[in-house]
């Protein structure tokens, strides 16, 4: 099992930024997948970003390119999504994600709200 705990979210005005962090623990051997997924009101969930773990290759969604960046800590379990030039449609519940080829284990999520 996996356990992912995710920090950083709150209310920032646009044009801010702002850092997710998402630590892992439990049998963190078993992951080489990470990401973030986001939820806003009355949307499906979206993935936004991803990195893996054996390469560090990342996949970015179209509405974040350019403007958001996920980076990994091995040492720290740890990954993080730098979001800059926010906008009030990037206000959302932010997930994080974590499996060997899937997305097998969820973070609770962290509030993210841009005011315009």
């Known amino acids: 099992q996996v356990q992912l705990v995710e920090s950083g979210g709150g209310l920032v005005q646009a044009g801010g930024s702002l850092r997710l962090s998402c630590v892992a623990s439990g049998s963190t051997s078993s992951i080489n997948l990470m990401g973030w997924f986001r939820q806003a009101p009355g949307k499906e969930r979206e993935a936004e970003a991803s990195?893996?773990?054996?390469?560090?290759?990342?996949y970015y969604g179209d509405s974040v390119k350019g403007r958001f960046t996920i980076s990994r800590d091995n040492a720290k379990n740890t990954v993080y999504l730098q979001m800059n030039s926010l906008k009030s449609e990037d206000t959302a519940v932010y997930y994080c994600?974590?499996?060997?080829?899937?997305?097998?284990?969820w973070g609770q999520g962290t509030q993210v709200t841009v005011s315009s």
């Open positions: 990195i893996r773990w054996s390469d560090g290759s990342t």
């Open positions: 994600a974590a499996g060997k080829s899937q997305y097998d284990y």
